[in-house]
């Protein structure tokens, strides 16, 4: 870049954090160019809203995860996609008014933080996440979602679930993620103990997250 005068004026915005920005920003327009594609759909404005919410929290999810370390896991891993079908199907049984779409979703968007659970080259459950950004006293800090995990029936009480989150969690104390926030009913008291037994804390309870149905908030710090 040069001044009136013909003088070569240095840059000193480092280079490659100026790339990371710039390709931030971009993931941002195409996220909100996906979200404009819905403007022939009626669509009530708080959906509009809370649609745009979404689109901008997976946006900053998927730039967090850029660079995510991956540990050593055994029988456990991140989706492929011709294991989708498997991960349907184990929706299907364990939740009533999930789609598919926001699975489809995560396993493009946020793949590395998508885990599946095999025993005999098998699906047998799956976990999916999502990363907020929390402002604290020393900056920001990440935070973790469980948005939807599930076993198959045939496989419940052995242990899948309990080592699909384990495993996951080891990751996410790898990658620096402050704490793990996932919401359960609180008539699912298996659920709730396993929560508990692997350091889970019940923050509140709430109705706002799981439609009708009361449910826990529950935490796990990691730092």
Known sequence: MKDKNGNIIRDNFPARIRIVFENFINSIIHQVSDLMSLS????????????????????????????????????????????????????????????????????????????????????????????????????????SVICSISVDKSFRRNGFGEKLLKESIQEMKLNKVSSILLYVSVNNTSAVKLYEKLGFRIIKETKNICGDKRCYEMELNLI
């Open 40 to 143: 022939k759909i009626c669509i009530k404005p708080i959906m509009y809203l809370i649609y745009f919410k979404r689109l901008i929290r997976d946006a900053i999810g998927a730039f967090l995860i850029r660079n995510w370390k991956q540990t050593e896991k055994e029988s456990v891993m991140s989706i492929e996609d011709v294991m989708l079908p498997e991960v349907f199907r184990i929706q299907e049984e364990g939740f009533e008014n999930q789609g598919q779409n926001e699975l489809i979703k995560y396993s493009k968007k946020l793949r590395k933080i998508f885990y599946v659970i095999k025993s005999q080259d098998q699906v047998v459950g799956y976990s999916t996440y999502y990363i907020r950004l929390i402002p604290s006293l020393k900056g920001f800090k990440k935070i």
